[in-house]
């Protein structure tokens, strides 16, 4: 246990534990920390602290934003960091394929760090059940005026995202509901593969051809704003320099053909393209798939990673 640990750390629980769990684990660390039992004066006010902050609902729901956002400042000495891009750089981290140039995005999953379960008492950031799952958390009802319009078309994304991106990469984890690091909104979908990142947002309109322009989508003469993304991938990239970030919207139509409406993509976009593309349902399945597994080792379960994107569900 060290000063940068995190409170899960220094309690040996993972972050997804229970309250019963919290105070187990509490006991147990306090009875070994414990000055009059030969432990450590400091030790014990980090155990201390730790428990009094997990147990809380309202304060370990700020802790664990705080840490999913990249802003507590703890690090497990366990934790595996990897080489950052140059400032200012979207390329990813420093690391290789394996295999040669054979594209590993539908081999099973890999992940880093590995689950050993040789490793006495070392408790993993999250469990390999949870870990394995491909699907977290789902859409919520959030505020009054629009939560019907707005559970249904993220439904949709959700399922055009489990039948026809998820299957394809056995790796890719998606993310639902996660709290906006950039303000306080929420992203509805973010898909984690390996060292990319997507985060996905939604919108649903008539049937047609739709102009986008880098700021508005432009249908008979209307001009339609998107939601606001580019902010919040940038946010997500300065927390995250070892992956590459993109947002994507896709335009969702109220009959459900996945091929409408059409988006033509203005010249003058090309610059915004780079961090967000508007694209129609099948658009998306098609560049996701794409973004996702062209990225440098596709077929890995980023941990770290996923644990800290978890924390941040809203």
Do not use: C
């Amino acid at each position: 246990m060290t000063e940068s640990s995190s409170h899960y750390q220094v309690l040996r629980v993972a972050v997804t534990a229970t309250e019963k769990e919290i105070k187990v684990a509490y006991r147990r660390a306090a009875r070994t920390a414990h000055p009059d039992h030969g432990g450590d004066a400091a030790a014990f006010r980090r155990v201390t602290s730790a428990y009094e902050t997990l147990i809380d609902p309202q304060r370990r729901k700020a802790y664990d934003r705080s840490y999913a956002a990249g802003t507590a400042g703890e690090r497990a000495d366990s934790e595996p960091h990897f080489d950052a891009p140059p400032a200012g750089s979207r390329a990813s981290a420093t690391v290789h394929r394996t295999g040669g140039s054979r594209n590993t995005a539908g081999d099973p999953p890999v992940y880093v760090p590995p689950y050993d379960p040789a490793a006495d008492g070392v408790v993993p950031l999250i469990p390999l059940a949870e870990a394995s799952q491909q699907v977290h958390g789902m859409p919520r009802k959030r505020g009054i005026f629009g939560a019907e319009a707005r559970i249904q078309r993220e439904m949709r994304t959700v399922q055009l995202l489990t039948r026809q991106v998820l299957p394809a990469i056995p790796a890719a984890r998606l993310i639902n509901g996660l709290q906006s690091p950039a303000d306080n909104s929420h992203i509805d979908h973010a898909v984690l593969s390996g060292y990319r990142l997507a985060l996905i947002g939604s919108m649903l309109l008539p049937k047609g051809a739709y102009a986008w322009d880098g700021r508005t989508l432009n249908h008979g003469g209307r001009s339609v704003a998107p939601p606001q993304l580019a902010h919040v991938v940038r946010a997500m990239q300065d927390i995250f320099p070892e992956l590459n970030v993109t947002g994507w919207t896709v335009v969702h139509s109220p009959g459900g053909n996945l091929h409408e409406p059409v988006i033509d993509q203005h010249r003058r976009s090309a610059g915004a393209l780079e961090t967000v593309r508007i694209v129609n349902a099948a658009g998306m399945v098609r560049g996701l798939k794409e973004f996702l597994a062209s990225g440098p080792a596709p077929n890995t379960v980023n941990v770290p990673v996923l644990a800290r994107l978890l924390r941040g569900m809203h």
